[in-house]
């Protein structure tokens, strides 16, 4: 009753008596004869592949120079189904920032072992279900594009046709270009404008600025704007000509990665005219008096 697998199983024979001449055997009830030599050898691979019963008769023949014959049999059981796997995570073709976990359902009553591999990491999971990808694996690899194979075997030996998935590692933020203002520009009290891109192959998702030491986000949709007035004239007001104010802009993808930019403003005083230059009468009244003194 003992249970085998793809392979042909290997025997092993007792025979006694004299005279004794040809051997063979069947697992078909004599419709298939195979000779032999020997006291031990593998069941023939061609026949053994196809018996399609899960229960096999393998009956062993001898006979002698009599014509006598004699035989043995012995039922073994057949199992040469593979484990079929099925994912219930990571999804194929998905993007992971950090690394992603295993949950496997593996269909198989006689489950032996399961593992990955990555690249030449090969890996095996230790309750044959769930794990997460190893970390020095996950640290290893570049951004972009990797391959999981999934393996499981029997305790026959019998190993699934592996499932492959391929998943992406983005741990990156999105890239953003500041096209106005440009680095350095003066601006008087009036807010400036802004315009942006920002790009991400798997998508934007929250953007924000903050200003000068101000940390509290701004929040915004539109890659064009005006940045926050109020809060530009509390900057603004606070510092002298030819200060520096600082908006750093930042986004995230769909992944959680964050990447931000900054970009350094001048702040830009109306020049003040002495007071005796503002007042009318400082101008006029050096005038009059030249005037009184001509004869």
Same mark, same amino acid.
């Given at each position: 009753?003992?249970?085998?697998?793809?392979?042909?199983?290997?025997?092993?024979?007792?025979?006694?008596?004299?005279?004794?001449?040809?051997?063979?055997?069947?697992?078909?009830?004599?419709?298939?004869?195979?000779?032999?030599?020997?006291?031990?050898?593998?069941?023939?691979?061609?026949?053994?592949?196809?018996?399609?019963?899960?229960?096999?008769?393998?009956?062993?023949?001898?006979?002698?120079?009599?014509?006598?014959?004699?035989?043995?049999?012995?039922?073994?059981?057949?199992?040469?189904?593979?484990?079929?796997?099925?994912?219930?995570?990571?999804?194929?073709?998905?993007?992971?920032? @950090?690394?992603?976990?295993?949950?496997?359902?593996?269909?198989?009553?006689?489950?032996?072992?399961?593992?990955?591999?990555?690249?030449?990491?090969?890996?095996?999971?230790?309750?044959?279900?769930?794990?997460?990808?190893?970390?020095?694996?996950? /640290? @290893?690899?570049?951004?972009?594009?990797?391959?999981?194979?999934?393996?499981?075997?029997?305790?026959?030996?019998?190993?699934?046709?592996?499932?492959?998935?391929?998943?992406?590692?983005?741990?990156?933020?999105?890239?953003?270009?500041?096209?106005?203002?440009?680095?350095?520009?003066?601006?008087?009290?009036?807010?400036?404008?802004?315009?942006?891109?920002?790009?991400?192959?798997?998508?934007?998702?929250?953007?924000?600025?903050?200003?000068?030491? /101000?940390?509290?986000?701004?929040?915004?949709?539109?890659?064009?704007?005006?940045?926050?007035?109020?809060?530009?004239?509390?900057?603004?007001?606070?510092?002298?000509?030819?200060?520096?104010?600082?908006?750093?802009?930042?986004?995230?993808?769909?992944?959680?990665?964050?990447?931000?930019?900054?970009?350094?403003?001048?702040?830009?005083?109306?020049?003040?005219?002495?007071?005796?230059?503002?007042?009318?009468?400082?101008?006029?009244?050096?005038?009059?008096?030249?005037?009184?003194?001509?004869?």
């Amino acid at each position: 009753n003992d249970l085998f697998g793809i392979a042909a199983p290997n025997f092993l024979i007792y025979k006694s008596g004299s005279e004794l001449q040809s051997t063979w055997y069947t697992l078909d009830n004599g419709i298939t004869n195979i000779t032999f030599t020997g006291l031990s050898g593998t069941i023939n691979q061609t026949v053994w592949d196809n018996s399609d019963l899960e229960i096999i008769t393998l009956r062993f023949y001898i006979n002698d120079s009599f014509g006598k014959i004699g035989f043995d049999e012995v039922s073994i059981r057949k199992d040469t189904d593979m484990p079929i796997i099925i994912v219930n995570s990571p999804i194929d073709h998905t993007a992971f920032a @950090s690394e992603p976990f295993i949950n496997l359902t593996i269909i198989e009553p006689n489950l032996d072992k399961v593992w990955y591999r990555i690249n030449n990491d090969l890996i095996y999971i230790t309750d044959n279900l769930t794990q997460y990808i190893e970390l020095f694996i996950w /640290d @290893s690899l570049p951004q972009g594009e990797f391959k999981v194979e999934l393996y499981a075997n029997d305790t026959n030996g019998n190993r699934n046709n592996f499932n492959t998935l391929y998943l992406s590692k983005d741990t990156i933020g999105p890239n953003i270009t500041i096209i106005r203002p440009i680095e350095f520009q003066k601006f008087n009290r009036n807010a400036p404008l802004f315009e942006l891109e920002i790009a991400d192959e798997n998508g934007v998702g929250f953007r924000w600025y903050t200003i000068g030491l /101000d940390e509290t986000p701004r929040q915004f949709t539109d890659l064009t704007g005006v940045i926050d007035q109020n809060l530009w004239e509390q900057i603004w007001d606070s510092l002298t000509q030819g200060a520096i104010i600082t908006i750093k802009f930042y986004a995230t993808d769909t992944l959680g990665n964050e990447k931000s930019l900054e970009i350094n403003l001048i702040v830009e005083k109306p020049i003040e005219l002495p007071k005796f230059l503002q007042d009318p009468l400082g101008l006029l009244l050096p005038t009059l008096g030249l005037v009184v003194m001509i004869p």
